[in-house]
Every structure is written in structure tokens, then in C-alpha cells.
């Protein structure tokens, strides 16, 4: 049996294929989705958006130029220059919402999903499942693209703009990890672990 | 509708950590019970969760005042500067004609703010009352609260960018105004108000009566 999450009731869970979900009958919160390849392609992706993130920090996203002066932008320089402006407490928001968050449930997800693709458990699987599961509604790089859609409207009468390689990794970034949210699947990973404690009696 | 079959009924607790249906035990008081497969503390609803959740909310409303009356956004240029606060900012959006920008930035940082809160009071006021009105609408209405409150953070990541990227000198400077960091604790707040309300209390009213 399973219990709603939302409104306690008892379901008899009901084979589901890929892709497909399962809905309460009471309240018509989603009780179970089943994804093509969970653990595996989690880990897939959960790998490039390691990769994609630190492109993304690494390159200029966004070059910007008035009057003969020319700057270049990455995420870091945001957080930087409301520090030095005097918002501290926002610019550690602004980090913590669009660094360090996404970067930290990329790597949960990656010391559970590694050995457990191996078939070994990690050591502390519970606690580093809870951590990156926790992390999902503070990594906030969805709403930081449309911010930076808005704030390229704003500022294209002020300078003159280019979008440089940063952008289109943040882009792809974006991308990659709705995917792997979409993938990711708690119950599977549960199930995964319950396999190999048993196999490990 | 029938009886409902609840975990709770059957005696069962969910586990809210690794969805585990684990068999209720009496505990001695003071005592937590722990999921055998993931070790997280198991309850069978929240704890405290409407405590909680008030705090978390009436912090909010404090916190929403100053986030509105004072500038988020201080634009200086050649012209002498200008200080903007979240509304005045949307006006001087539809003034020029930004209209797409303008209703998103209000939609952001003005209507989600405002709906989550009420929203999250009414929902408090109607467990709190056990009321029996429409309890799959609220159902709905909590996940929506809870999947749509991120999005306020909109204007806030906005400012970072325009802060850092418009360090012109003497042309056009951009400074942040002390209602960004105001708002910004609104949105931490009703996201952690959001997560602290359990949406079962709603459908716990109404099996009390059968």
C-alpha cells in the first residue's frame, strides 16, 4: 500500500509504465510517477549539469558596452557587486539561490547515484538523499533565466548588449536540469537501496 | 463520499522521508519514532505545524511593509538619481510602453506575494475552523501556494543583475535599496510557511465527524 502525501489516503499502488503517473482519487496530488531509467539517467544528467554549471560560472554570459567601455559578466559578479554595493544579506540569497543550492544538490545527487549505479550503497545514503531533496526548492536557476531576460529588456535602451558563451551554457544548464528533475524518482532510488540490502544478507 | 481509508486510520504512519508505510507503535512520551529504512524521525502529521506556519506567515506580513514602502533599486546617472520601489518601478515600466516586462515584474513581486499570503491564512483559518468547505479546491490551492512562491524572487535576481552590470561610472550606476533585502525575507519566509503547513490537516477535518 501506499499513502497519499498530500491527504493520507490509502492507495493499491498500480503498475505504472515509463512516463507515466499516478494521481490520488481524493485530493489529485501526484501519489507515484514512474520514469524510464531512473537511476542511470539521473546520473547521466545529473554529470552534465555538474559540467554545464561550472561552464556557466566559469565563461562571461554577458558582455555589455556604453560609451567605450566594455564589461563582462558572469553570475559571480552579480553577487559580487551587491556585496561591495552594501546588500550583503541579498547577495548571499542571490549566491546561495544561484550557486551554491543548485551546485550542492548536483553533488548529492551524485555521491547517491554513483555507487548506487554500481550497485554498492553509499555510506549515509538516507541523510545525502534528504540533503539534495531538501536543496530542490532553493536551487532557483529557473527563475534567475527569466530574471535575466528581464534585466536584458531593462538595460538594452541604457547600453549596447552581447550575449556571450556563459548565456547559452546557462541555458543548456536550465535545460539539463528540469530533465533530471523530471527523472529523478525517490521511490525507485529507495527501491534500488532495499535491492542491494537485501542481495548484501 | 464513503469512509475515507487513511494511513492514520489503518494505523499506519507515512514515512515523509522515503515514503515508506511504517505500522504505528505507541511511543513513550517524549520518545521519536525512526524510519527502519532511511532513519528519518517519523510523524504522523507535521509537528506543530500550524504554530509553525503562523509565525512563519504573521513574519511575513511584517516583513512585506517595509518591503514596499522603501526603494529596491537606486538608478543615479548624469540626470541626478532615482529611487525605485517595487511599485513605483512597474509604474515607470508601463509609462514607456514596457508592458510585457511591467506585468511580470507585477505579477512577481506584487500578486504572487499577496495570493500566497492570503492564500496560506486562508488555509490556516480553514483548518484551524475544520471546515468541510471544497476540500479538494484548498488541496489544490496548497500545491499551487507551494510550487508558485519561488517565482517572487524574480525582482530580486533582477536587481542583482542590474546592480552588476550597470557599474558605468559617472554614466549610470545601479545600487540596491535596503526594500530588496525586505523582500527578499518575505519570499524565504512563505516558502518556509509553505513547506511547515501540512496539506492532511485539511482532509483530517473532515473524517473527524463519521
Given at each position: 500500500m501506499i499513502a497519499c502525501e498530500f491527504c493520507d489516503l490509502l492507495h493499491r499502488p498500480q503498475p505504472l509504465r515509463p512516463g507515466e503517473k499516478a494521481k490520488c482519487s481524493r485530493c489529485g496530488g501526484v501519489l507515484a510517477h514512474r520514469s524510464r531509467n531512473p537511476i542511470h539517467g539521473t546520473l547521466a544528467l545529473a554529470i552534465t549539469a555538474l559540467v554545464l554549471l561550472v561552464l556557466a560560472n566559469v565563461f562571461p554570459f554577458l558582455k555589455i558596452g556604453l560609451e567605450g567601455q566594455v564589461r563582462e559578466n558572469t553570475i559571480a559578479t552579480g553577487v559580487i557587486g551587491l556585496w561591495d554595493a552594501g546588500a550583503q544579506a541579498l547577495a548571499v540569497l542571490i549566491f546561495f539561490t544561484t550557486i551554491l543550492a543548485p551546485a550542492l544538490r548536483i553533488l548529492g545527487l551524485l555521491y547517491v547515484l554513483f555507487p548506487l549505479a554500481l550497485g554498492r550503497e553509499p555510506p549515509g545514503v538516507a541523510v545525502a538523499v534528504r540533503f539534495q531533496e531538501g536543496l530542490v526548492s532553493w536551487a532557483m536557476l529557473d527563475v534567475y533565466m527569466l530574471a535575466l531576460l528581464v534585466a536584458l529588456v531593462k538595460m538594452a535602451q541604457m547600453a549596447r548588449l552581447q550575449l556571450e558563451l556563459g548565456a547559452w551554457c546557462f541555458f543548456a544548464l536550465f535545460i539539463v536540469l528540469t530533465l533530471m528533475g523530471a527523472l529523478y524518482n525517490r521511490e525507485a532510488l529507495w527501491e534500488r537501496v532495499e535491492t542491494l540490502r537485501w542481495a548484501s544478507r | 463520499m464513503g469512509v475515507a481509508v487513511t494511513a492514520a486510520r489503518a494505523g499506519l504512519v507515512r514515512c515523509g522521508s522515503c515514503e515508506k508505510l511504517l505500522r504505528a507503535r505507541p511511543l513513550p512520551s517524549g520518545a521519536h519514532a525512526r524510519c527502519p529504512r532511511c532513519g528519518a524521525a517519523v510523524s504522523r502529521r507535521k509537528q506543530g505545524s500550524l504554530a509553525r506556519t503562523w509565525a512563519l506567515v504573521i513574519a511575513a506580513c511584517v516583513l512585506y511593509v517595509p518591503a514596499n514602502l522603501f526603494p529596491v533599486m537606486v538608478v543615479a546617472g548624469p540626470g541626478g538619481s532615482q529611487a525605485d520601489t517595487i511599485l513605483s518601478g512597474v509604474q515607470a515600466m508601463f509609462a514607456v510602453g514596457w508592458y510585457v516586462v511591467g506585468a511580470l515584474i507585477f505579477f512577481a513581486s506584487i500578486t504572487v506575494p499577496i495570493l500566497k499570503i492570503l492564500c496560506l491564512i486562508g488555509l490556516l483559518i480553514s483548518v484551524q475552523r475544520r471546515s468541510h468547505w471544497r476540500p479538494r479546491d484548498r488541496a489544490v490551492l496548497y500545491r499551487v501556494v507551494e510550487i508558485i512562491g519561488r517565482w517572487s524572487m524574480l525582482d530580486m535576481f533582477v536587481v542583482s543583475l542590474m546592480v552588476a552590470l550597470v557599474?558605468?561610472?559617472?554614466v549610470a550606476n545601479v545600487a540596491p535599496g535596503i526594500g530588496a533585502t525586505f523582500f527578499g525575507g518575505v519570499v524565504i519566509l512563505t516558502i518556509f510557511a509553505a513547506k511547515s503547513l501540512d496539506p492532511r490537516l485539511i482532509w483530517d477535518a473532515m473524517e473527524e465527524e463519521r
Open positions: - | 557599474q558605468l561610472g559617472a
